[in-house]
């Protein structure tokens, strides 16, 4: 008897060790103590220099002030980033993970939450910076492509397809302003028009728009999709691509590697229309001389896609502590505002206005937006994401009918 209750006296022992060693934002002077030391390694998309000249900057002042060393893993899919902790999982690696930190958002958060590869839930919502957090007035921020968050991801980032053109070769009045328009821009002006191969973020987030205005009820588009009405819920969004890729850029036969590269055609003067997911993109990248300074922005009146992108930690992250803290620097005033810089980054912020002190709002108020850059009342109404489960569906059905070697 005595040894069985030294050994459940050691079981406990060992149950309360192991729950101690999770950090607890509850007790922020604990994580910082627990953090300082650490190395987070952050994995991050590494397709933009402006993008990741920000993350350095980041690492420099979690170093400085919280003794903080930051990695920033260059990825160009969080696909590879869920993988790598699937498999870690599925080698018992419970602890000691090689990732901290993934930049993410939409199915690949529902992936991870599904199979339980997330630290938390709550945490964000613990963070001392979240108080500064706009979630009255951007719903995308407490849940992402419908799926709530359950404070297992903290928001730094808000995003909406918004379209480019060069004003110098297009005239304004020429602009489509509808998926449908753009169907009839293109044949108009074949070659003048492509997007990147999905499953690249910005090419599949194109393939969401149209899917968003060509579907009957776009209602289905906030619930699982089954594999048996797929066919017929996206034949309008296929049926549609039959028709646009024949006046596409090199005919549909190559696509655009990503945004950076589809960006450089415009640049080039082989394309006359892009896009991307941030209103400020054009605007940065004049700023950083990568367009010409007659690039202008232009959104479609009926709507486009808006959301909300996350930082995320594995449930077997090996620097918890740390990784809180990059994800509460990441919501400071600060980091926000220098963010929205569209000579920085140009990234809109998730904060509210009227939670900052009068300081931190001139920070923001003596931002330069630029002169691509819409203001906020013309960007246009913001469409839902669709549940990721449509993506999966739509990126593979692409590939089967599409998919090309770049």
């Known amino acids: 008897m005595k040894r069985l209750s030294a050994a459940l006296a050691a079981l406990a022992l060992s149950t309360t060790f192991a729950v101690a060693a999770e950090p607890d934002p509850s007790d922020w002077t604990a994580v910082l103590g627990d953090a300082r030391g650490e190395t987070v390694y952050w994995n991050a998309w590494g397709g933009s220099q402006s993008i990741n000249a920000y993350i350095d900057w980041v690492g420099g002042e979690l170093q400085e002030r919280f003794g903080v060393k930051l990695v920033h893993v260059k990825i160009d899919d969080t696909a590879n980033a869920v993988a790598t902790v699937v498999t870690e999982k599925a080698a018992g690696k419970d602890e000691d993970g090689t990732i901290d930190l993934i930049w993410i958002n939409g199915e690949n958060f529902a992936s991870m939450k599904r199979q339980g590869l997330l630290f938390g839930p709550d945490w964000a919502q613990q963070l001392p910076n979240w108080r500064y957090v706009d979630v009255e007035n951007q719903p995308t921020i407490t849940t992402d492509f419908t799926i709530p968050t359950d404070g297992m991801e903290s928001p730094w980032g808000m995003a909406k397809l918004v379209f480019f053109h060069d004003s110098a070769r297009t005239d304004a009045g020429d602009l489509p302003d509808s998926a449908d328009e753009l169907l ?85 003067g082989e ?104 203001r906020p009342d013309d960007l246009g109404p913001a469409l839902p994401e669709p549940h990721p489960s449509w993506m999966s569906m739509v990126e593979e059905e692409w590939a089967r009918r599409y998919g090309v070697a770049n």
Do not use: C
């Open 184 to 268: 009839a821009w293109s044949k108009k002006n074949p070659g003048r028009f492509s997007y990147p191969q999905p499953p690249d973020f910005i090419g599949s987030s194109f393939l969401k728009q149209i899917l968003s205005e060509k579907i009957a009820d776009p209602a289905k588009l906030l619930e699982p999709v089954e594999a048996d009405e797929f066919a017929e819920l996206s034949k309008p969004l296929f049926d549609y691509l039959d028709e646009l890729h024949p006046n596409l850029w090199r005919s549909a036969k190559a696509f655009p590697k990503d945004y950076p590269s589809m960006s450089q055609l415009l640049a080039d």
């Open 271 to 374: 394309l006359d229309i892009t896009f991307a997911f941030n209103p400020a993109e054009a605007s940065s990248a004049i700023a950083n001389d990568l367009l010409p300074d007659t690039v202008r922005s232009f959104t479609f009146s009926g709507g486009t896609l808006s959301n909300t992108h996350f930082v995320a930690i594995p449930y077997n992250a090996a620097a918890k502590a740390g990784a809180l803290v990059t994800a509460n620097f990441l919501l400071s005033p600060e980091a926000q505002a220098r963010k929205q810089d569209p000579q920085i980054w140009g990234d809109p912020t998730v904060l509210a206005m009227d939670r900052l002190d009068d300081a931190d709002r001139a920070r923001f108020a003596s931002l330069d937006l630029g002169i691509a850059t819409l």
